[in-house]
């Protein structure tokens, strides 16, 4: 029996030429995330889906369904705090994920975070696009230098190796971490029992954990007022991590030097306090923001269905 597969945002065309050898694809057109009365509707009238960042599987959608015939969500993307597995098991829908296709491009992003808010780019770029640059000088927008400094990365995944080995071997940082975990690493590296002492030792703080209630506001009022006030923070995880009033707080108070942000609490929502800040880097969550990462995630995802509709387990289950 052929299986009915919905896509809930457009891809790129390699996933879906993909996708349609798996069975019959409706791909949702609209690129936000989608609604109570569609997330429902996915569940009840397809076999899979393939939901992504945003469309929000919470308890109360699995409850709001008569009949749920989905048995597989082929999540597009690491991260899936925006689905309660617990709950789609029990409703006996599992639910799988795309790692390692995210790595290196998200750790960087990272990168480009550090070096932008650092050394002031994005803040040179605004000033050149607005003809008030009157020419170079030795004590011209004056930036703090990366290499040798002391980056603690919080979360030491996959993620938060590949953000570590970069600032070890590119520029010659001391790198700190906090994670649940030792990390046996190819390079020195120093583990810290505490999130504070990691983040008063840092030059550059970096969050690299998962989303979900376990890492809520993780980063909060006091995390930012154990950070010295020449250090920056920097978070590609996800937005909740952090408590977005605190920083917001914190760079006002000038705890600490600024920030260089991929994602937010309320995305799309931007507090206008952070845009209003000449020492805030603001990305629009660019994290795996290429056609060659975006193909793999989904080609991953797909992988995924097809090993399900075969009678196997898919092999990124979470």
């Not at 694809?25 to 995330?33: G, K, P, Y």
């Not at 048995?71 to 991260?79: D, E, I, R, S």
């Not at 991590?241 to 920030?259: F, H, P, S, W």
């Amino acid at each position: 029996m052929t299986k009915k597969i919905f896509i809930t945002r457009p891809l790129p065309k390699e996933v879906l030429s993909a996708a349609g050898l798996l069975g019959e694809v409706t791909v949702r057109e609209n690129t936000s995330a989608m609604n109570e009365s569609e997330m429902i509707d996915s569940l009840v009238n397809y076999d899979v889906v393939l939901p992504t960042l945003g469309d929000i599987y919470s308890e109360k959608i699995f409850a709001s369904c008569n009949k749920i015939n989905a048995k597989l969500l082929a999540n597009f993307g690491v991260g899936f705090n925006h689905i309660d597995v617990k709950v789609a098991n029990e409703h006996g829908v599992k639910v799988s994920n795309t790692p390692g296709a995210v790595t290196d491009a998200t750790a960087d992003i990272a990168m480009a975070l550090m070096l932008m808010c650092c050394r002031r780019t994005s803040e040179g770029e605004r000033i050149v696009r607005a003809n008030k640059w009157e020419g170079w000088h030795p004590t011209q927008m004056l930036g703090f230098h990366i290499s040798d400094k002391r980056v603690g990365i919080v979360g030491m995944g996959n993620i938060g190796q590949a953000i570590a080995k970069r600032c070890h071997f590119g520029f010659g940082m001391q790198v700190g971490y906090f994670s649940r975990s030792a990390k046996n690493l190819s390079f020195p590296v120093k583990r810290y029992d505490s999130l504070t002492e990691l983040a008063s030792s840092s030059d550059i703080l970096v969050v690299s954990v998962p989303g979900g209630s376990a890492t809520h506001h993780l980063i909060n009022k006091d995390i930012f007022s154990s950070m010295q006030p020449h250090a920056y923070f920097v978070n590609i995880a996800r937005g909740d991590v952090v408590n977005e009033r605190d920083l917001i707080d914190a760079l006002k108070l000038n705890q600490i030097a600024g920030a260089g942000l991929d994602v937010y609490e309320h995305e799309p929502k931007v507090p206008e306090d952070l845009i209003a800040m000449e020492n805030v880097v603001l990305l629009p969550h660019l994290g795996t923001a290429s056609l060659e990462v975006r193909t793999g995630m989904g080609l991953m995802a797909v992988q995924n269905i097809k090993s399900f509709i075969e009678g196997n387990e898919p092999p990124n289950l979470v």
